[in-house]
Each structure stands twice: as structure tokens, then as C-alpha cells.
């Protein structure tokens, strides 16, 4: 078996990704290769679905953002009121940034540097002294990813025209994002809270991995606990094992979850506070949703869940993973406002917000240096990093396998799924040892 | 309103002492200089131009957070900060203003360099426009407002888990 190093050129056979990802262990190459990385962005990021935006980002027609999906700018527009387009950021003509903006709002899409002028779909409208062109303007188009589909607002975009349906690619875990939209009364998000990204240098697959990892939380947030009275007391901070009662979850297709829910046992206890302090808001879910689901949902709380390969439903936040090389990467995230609630709700979101995520944050600045140091600590020649833990314990409820919270289910289910994406298998193979 | 020669000598030694104690991570005593309706500010970019909060920030506290964040970093367990970033600020620019009696409005520009030695151990510069909204009181100045205006505000930006 060869490991690459940062060094490897293309020229070299591709990785042996069947004898990198074992059922129980990973190799440290996995997150310092180039080569791997590059095979990534082309196996995962432009062959698969990535998540670009959510709807309520670009509410009008001309409405858009930028991203970026494998190192390749694109621009996500709003053309009509049901279809949005995501184009490469690049002029056809000689390459220019198009859109140099994060966001905005345009009529139509004009190159700065010679004038050329594209309609919202993409379509080369305008050149200045149009005499001098004499090619076909219909094959000077800007580049469209030829998939785009959405499920309750939130886009995906794939350069793969025969990629699987969005659907197939989000199976069961289409639930984590329903949990997400019905903590509003209208089942709708509203994500105009703005954007903080977080520059980490580590690689982005540590991200996903540490995310739903529920097994970290005693030892890199002790300072947390300590400092802050709060709901992950009785949810992830339990000294004795068997006190833990919040679980992992694999959905399958590389989709994984840590659910608290199972130690709340009362309306917003997850939001830390309890249901007098937004009347209004638990009386229109009650009205939503009956007496009670509606308590239900506001019982169990917003999901905990990674879905693969680059969204992330954080509790009251939604996040994207950025990769930037085998060795940096950006987590994205925005508050999960939502529709049709009180002023105070949202607020009260956006400051929960910038206390758990970001470079200043009481939870994410001590992720980042943790997985800084394994990142250093990996160097060049990586070693073998252990995911055993839980495996014998581990059952499946309901087509989705569950364990323990401080169980590394979650992460098994997210690199074999990776395994099979990086070696071409049709479908994701079963976690081991299903009950 | 202008300020006298000796009230500008008089915050511009209260600032350095602020910036040093910052440098060298000295949470309580940082903290004992900050009133008790205090707000602490660093916004992104797009939300620099909107009143403080309408968007996410990369910090926004109220006194009782800033008080959390002084007693995380006190517990000596917050790995991103185990240990303190070595740092170093130069504030230059002072451009001092009373706005009432007891109050001052205080614009500066800050250079920041930063140490990140718990992980990367790349050395982090941090440019700023710095404002200052200063009370005085019997036993002398405290902030009541620091919002910091990061030049690389809507940048991605690495930890910033240290008072800046």
C-alpha cells in the first residue's frame, strides 16, 4: 500500500482508498494527501451534491451570493420565483470574476472588464462593439452547473448532470431536515441573520467528523462547563457513562447526527429557558401543529446533524464546510431564524449563535485548535487513527443505526460512506455488525 | 467637544494600560476596567454598517457575557487559549471627543499581532479601527462601549479567542 504525501502529483496511481478507510480504523494520510484532496473535490464536490444556499437568502428575483464548491467561485441568482440558477463566476469570454460581491442584487450579470452582458440564465445578452464578434453566442454562455434541486429551501448544486436524484442522495435524513424547518410555526427558515466564517487549519473532513462527534465535548469544553450553566449540562456533559441518555446517529449515505433530545424533558429546555419566556411562539406551534407535536418539537429541539458532505444543521444554526487545501478549511455558519416568530426568539437565536460558533466562540475556538493539532500532529506520514469505539454496542432503529452520544458511530458511517463514493461504489454499504 | 491636554494625556495612559493588559491576557484586571453596562463589539463586515446585533458578529457581549468569556479564559481549560497567545498592540490616530460631561467617544487605529502559539504558531496581524466609549466615575475611567472594526472583517478569519 502507498501513502501519498503533500508531493504526490497525478501522475501517481490513485490511493488505495479500500485499505485507508477499515471498519474500525482510518489512515492519518486520508487528511494530508494532496492527491486524496484533489480526488475529493472531483469524486465528492463536482461529481455529488453540495449544499450552496438556502431560498431565503436570495428572496428576489436578481437576489445573490457567492460560494465556492471544490476551489471553483460560483455565483447561486435567483432568475424567477421558483427557479434558481448557480453559474461558475467566470466571464466566457477571457475568464474575468463576474461578481466580485458576496451578495446582491443584479438585472443582469456584466463582466467589468469587457462589458460583455449575461441575462439571469446565463444567457450572453449584450457584447459592446458587437460587430467584432463573429462566434456563436449561444456557446458563450456562463457556465451552469447542469443540477440544481432543492428540498424545503435548501439548495444543492452538482457539476455531475447524472448525478442521483437529491433526494436519494439525502434518503432518511430528508427528517433532520424537516426537524430544522418545523421549529417554526410555519415550517419555513429565514436565514438573513448574516454569515461568520472561521479559517481552520485543519483538514475539512475534520469538520463533519468533530461536529457530530459527542464524545470530545468533556475534554475540549471543560472551561465551557465550567464557565457556562447551560443545556449541554444535562445533555452532553455527564460525567458517568450510563447517565449520557443522548445518542449518534447514522442516516446513512454519509449523513450522521448526535441527538440530545432524549435529555430534555421540557418545552425550550433546549434553548435554555423554558415556555414562559416565549408565550407567543409556543402558542402559534401549538397552533401549527397540534397540542402535542407541537410541544414535541419545541421538546426535542432543533437536530444536531451533518449532512454529507458540507451542510450542517447546528441547533439554532445552519453551517457549510468550505475546503480550502488538504490543510485548511472554512466553517460557515448563520443563525437558523426562523418565520413567523416573535422578534425576541430570533434575537435570542442570533446571540446563542455567536456564543457556540466562530473564531470568538465559547464552543468553536477550541474545536479549531484541537483539530489544528491533529493536523500538526498527523505531519507528512499520518500513522493509523482508531474508530472503534461503540462498534460492538451499536443497533439500528428504524433503518438508521443509533449508539451512544459519546460513540464513534457517527463518524464509521461517515468515512465508509466516503470509501464508497472514493472507489465508485453505487451505494453506500451497510455499517458493520447491524443488529 | 474637545478635550483639555490633560484629559487626552489622562485616556490616552488609560488606553495603553487597557491594550496592555489585553497583550498579556490579564482577564481580571481587563475586566475591572470595563462599566457595568458594557458592550463589546466585533462585527463582520456587512454588519459593521447596521446597528450592533442585527446581524450575527464575530463578538457581541453584553456585560454579563463579557464576564463569561473572562471566566472561561480564567479557568485555565480553554485550549485555545493554553496557553495565552503571546501579543503584542500599537494604538496610534487618537482622535478624542467629550460627548457629555462625563463621557468621551475615542477613535484610534490598532495593529495587533498575535502568536498563535497553541496550535499553528503563525504569527496573526490584526488591523483595526478601534472605538472607545469611556465614563468616568469617582475612582476613575471605564469603558462602557469597545467595538473593534477588523480590516479583514469579512474575511474567514482564524481563532480569536484573546481580548482584542
Known sequence: ?435 | MNVSVEERLEIEEFLALEARLADESRYSEWEALVDDDMIYWVPTAEGAVLPPGDKISIIFDNRSRVATRMRQLNTGKRHSQVPASPMVRTQTNFQIEATGADTYTIFCTQILYEYRIQSTRETVTWPARVEYRLRRHPDGLKIYFKGVYLVSASDALPGLPFII
Open chain 1, 1 to 435: 500500500m502507498s501513502f501519498h504525501g503533500k508531493t504526490a502529483s497525478s501522475s501517481e496511481p490513485r490511493p488505495d482508498y479500500a485499505a485507508l478507510i477499515q471498519e474500525d480504523r482510518i489512515h492519518g494520510s486520508l487528511y494530508t494527501s494532496e492527491a486524496i484532496f484533489n480526488d475529493e473535490m472531483q469524486r465528492i464536490f463536482r461529481e455529488g451534491w453540495v449544499y450552496v444556499a438556502h431560498e431565503s437568502e436570495i428572496p428576489k428575483r436578481g437576489d445573490f451570493v457567492r460560494r465556492r464548491i471544490a476551489g471553483d467561485p460560483v455565483i447561486v441568482i435567483r432568475a424567477e420565483d421558483e427557479q434558481i440558477n448557480v453559474f461558475v463566476n467566470r466571464c466566457a469570454h477571457r475568464g474575468n470574476l463576474l461578481c466580485a460581491e458576496d451578495r446582491g442584487s443584479a438585472r443582469a450579470i456584466v463582466c467589468k472588464y469587457h462589458g460583455w452582458a449575461y441575462d439571469l440564465d446565463g444567457k450572453l445578452v449584450d457584447v459592446p462593439y458587437p460587430a467584432g464578434l463573429t462566434g456563436d453566442r449561444k456557446a458563450l454562455g456562463l457556465t451552469k452547473l447542469p443540477r440544481v434541486e432543492n428540498y424545503r429551501g435548501f439548495y444543492f448544486a452538482s457539476f455531475n448532470d447524472n448525478v442521483i436524484p437529491l433526494m436519494d442522495h439525502l434518503g432518511k435524513s430528508a427528517a433532520l431536515i424537516d426537524r430544522a424547518c418545523e421549529m417554526s410555526p410555519t415550517g419555513k427558515l429565514k436565514l438573513d441573520g448574516g454569515w461568520v466564517q472561521h479559517r481552520f487549519k485543519s483538514n475539512w473532513k475534520m469538520l463533519p467528523e468533530n461536529d457530530v462527534d459527542g464524545y470530545h465535548v468533556n475534554f475540549v469544553h471543560p472551561s465551557f462547563a465550567q464557565a457556562i450553566r447551560s443545556n449541554y449540562d444535562a445533555a452532553a456533559f455527564k460525567n458517568d457513562e450510563e447517565d449520557l441518555v443522548s445518542e449518534a446517529r447514522y442516516w446513512g449515505m454519509g449523513h450522521t447526527e448526535i441527538d440530545f433530545s432524549k435529555a430534555y424533558t421540557s418545552v425550550l429546555e433546549w434553548f435554555g429557558c423554558d415556555e414562559t419566556r416565549y408565550p407567543e411562539y409556543v402558542a402559534n406551534m401549538v397552533k401549527a401543529y397540534g397540542e402535542e407535536l407541537g410541544r414535541k418539537k419545541l421538546t426535542m429541539g432543533p437536530p444536531h446533524a451533518c449532512i454529507f458532505p458540507n451542510l450542517f444543521l447546528a441547533e439554532g444554526n445552519i453551517g457549510m464546510f468550505e475546503p480550502v487545501s488538504p490543510t485548511e478549511c472554512i466553517h460557515w455558519h448563520t443563525p437558523l431564524l426562523l418565520e413567523g416568530v416573535e422578534k425576541g426568539v430570533n434575537d435570542r437565536l442570533k446571540r446563542q449563535s455567536e456564543g457556540a460558533l466562530g473564531p470568538a466562540a465559547f464552543l468553536l475556538a477550541d474545536d479549531a485548535v484541537i483539530a489544528e493539532r491533529t493536523q500538526e500532529a498527523l505531519g507528512q506520514s499520518g500513522g493509523w487513527l482508531d474508530l472503534s469505539r461503540g462498534i460492538d454496542r451499536e443497533h439500528e432503529e428504524d433503518g438508521v443505526m443509533v449508539g451512544h452520544l459519546t460513540d464513534e458511530l457517527t463518524n464509521r458511517g461517515f468515512w465508509h460512506h466516503y470509501r464508497d463514493v472514493m472507489t465508485g461504489g453505487p451505494q453506500p454499504a451497510r455499517l458493520v455488525r447491524a443488529a
